[in-house]
């Protein structure tokens, strides 16, 4: 039977913070506090894996109060604990928006009044080695002996994020890409096709950018990008299907769309045959709606 976790208990996500700190009212949750290590994501993971997510939900119930007031008074139904104010938790937290109103000097100066030793120079090498600011975070600015009373402690890594697009913003990494695709998302969401799809096409750019040559595999690049909101597997078919669907009303659209079908394949050829063939079947389709049938019935056959 699974044990009920209490707030001031290690969160189960592996993170090493507490659970009111970390993962409560999200479905990292729901994890079994009996269960071993081996079967739940390791610590190192943890934080790449989870708090892109967690952002996002906080920022969108701190930028929608009616939102937050509802789940509010559900979580502390649900929870039985009359002492959790889920809504000042949440209204508290640092949220990237927070960060970005801030001042490069202002940021630096927050981090070191918490005991936080950092360069910019330090810092824009340190990022050579690394595809994620929330990693360099954990490696380079966690281990140090530092001072973050309540809500601060997710200052540092929210920092590194804002600090990495304003310091080196030419070296793209995991968040940069999370934030476009989901951007994306919302924009498409909104039909809003055209700014939708221009952001995906820098976020498939940043993407290929980052990804070493010997990976062949969507897959493995999900493996290698770790951390985003949404798979890159997932992703990549849901941007085909909005190309498709934007070229309903404008046909450059399927020229985008069949240039993407042949560089995914010609990038990605050991990803799964499925995926493979998805990608060869749009590209025929969108030849036949340019009234290229002929290229069409190739792509169909082969």
């Known amino acids: 039977m699974s044990k009920k976790i209490g707030r001031n208990d290690p969160c189960p996500c592996g993170s090493g913070k507490k659970y009111k700190h970390c993962c409560i009212g999200s479905k990292a949750a729901d994890v079994n506090l009996t269960t071993s290590k081996s079967e739940t994501t390791s610590k190192s993971e943890a934080p790449v894996i989870n708090r892109l997510a967690i952002m996002r939900f906080e920022q969108k119930l701190q930028d929608n109060p009616e939102q937050l007031e509802e789940i509010g008074k559900e979580l502390e139904k649900y929870s039985g604990d009359r002492d959790m104010d889920f809504k000042e938790f949440i209204l508290r937290s640092w949220s990237i928006d927070k960060v970005k109103k801030m001042s490069t000097s202002e940021i630096i100066e927050k981090l070191q009044s918490m005991n936080i030793d950092f360069e910019i120079e330090r810092f824009k090498k340190q990022a ?9 975070a954990e490696d380079h600015y ?9 809500p601060d402690e997710d200052f540092i890594w ?28 919302e924009d498409i969401e909104k039909q809003n096709y055209g700014e939708g799809l221009e952001k ?3 976020t498939w750019n940043m993407i290929i950018s980052i990804v070493p040559p010997h990976v062949k595999s969507v897959t493995d690049a999900d493996k290698f990008i770790s951390g985003l909101t949404q798979s890159i597997f997932n992703w990549c078919q849901d941007f085909q299907m909005e190309l498709a669907n934007a070229g309903r009303g404008d046909a450059s659209f ?3 769309r069949i240039k993407y079908c042949q560089d995914f394949c010609r990038i990605f050829p050991h990803s799964d045959e499925s995926i493979i063939k998805n990608m060869l079947r749009a590209e025929a ?16 056959q082969g």
């Open 128 to 136: 050579q080695n690394y595809i994620s600011a929330i990693q360099l």
């Open 200 to 202: 995906w096409e820098k």
């Open 158 to 185: 929210l920092a590194m994020i804002d600090l990495w697009n304003r310091i080196i913003p030419e070296k793209y990494n995991v968040e940069m890409i999370d934030d476009l695709m989901q951007e994306g998302y």
């Open 142 to 150: 966690y281990t140090q002996d530092f001072h973050a009373p309540g």
């Open 285 to 300: 389709e969108s030849y036949t709606e340019l009234g290229d049938t002929e290229t069409a019935k190739k792509l169909s």
């Open 254 to 256: 399927h020229m985008k």
